[in-house]
């Protein structure tokens, strides 16, 4: 079976992200799995129900997406608002997706309090980045799903042991 892999919106190009931005990964492999039918596309916040643009929200006290699952921290907004119960539904959507289209594996974008996997922004809204996973990170690991951020392609890539088309990938 092909794997399938759930892929955060603004990679794909959507203009989802809290300033009506996107992100796009520009990337072989990318092609080439829309190509496959392999991606699953998902902007957990907006699975959720919040609108774009938004206000910046981070994970409050430097702690991460494992914290506010186990109820031990929020997530709030620049401007004091507490969306931690939609993050929770955001991530909940995402594993529901994950798990209804088999996705085994996630490509997620780094810094945001929802799919960072890599690094997350330390809650005081200062810019600085701490080690750490979002929400919908956590959630996807905690269930067994392989979580990579855009930084970590080729790693992904490699993982799934898929050929780029430019000598990229397993077994070459």
């Known amino acids: ?10 990679l794909m190009g959507h203009a989802v992200r ?29 699975s959720a129900g919040m609108p774009v643009p938004r206000p910046p929200a981070e994970i409050e006290g430097g702690r991460t997406g494992a914290d506010v699952l186990a109820g031990r921290t929020r997530v709030l907004e620049k401007t004091g608002g507490d969306v931690t119960s ?12 994950a798990r209804e289209t088999n996705c085994r594996f996630a490509l997620l974008i780094d810094g945001s309090p929802s799919c960072g996997s890599g ?17 919908t990170a956590a959630l996807l690991r905690a ?3 392989e ?23 397993a077994g070459k």
Do not use: Q
Request: proline residues 3%; charged residues 30%; contains cysteine.
């Open 147 to 169: 979580v990579y951020s855009d930084r970590e392609i080729e790693t992904l890539v490699e993982r799934i042991g898929g050929d780029t088309g430019n000598g990229v990938g």
């Open 1 to 10: 079976m092909t794997a399938r892999i759930l892929i955060s919106a603004c």
């Open 143 to 145: 269930n067994g799903v």
């Open 86 to 97: 939609e993050f929770r539904r955001a991530a909940e959507n995402a594993l529901a997706l």
């Open 119 to 135: 690094f997350i922004y330390d809650g005081r809204f200062s810019g600085e980045r701490i080690a750490g996973e979002g929400v």
């Open 18 to 46: 809290y300033d009506g931005a996107s992100k796009p990964l520009i990337h072989p492999a990318i092609d080439r799995w829309r190509r496959e039918g392999r991606l699953v596309t998902i902007c957990p916040e907006m």
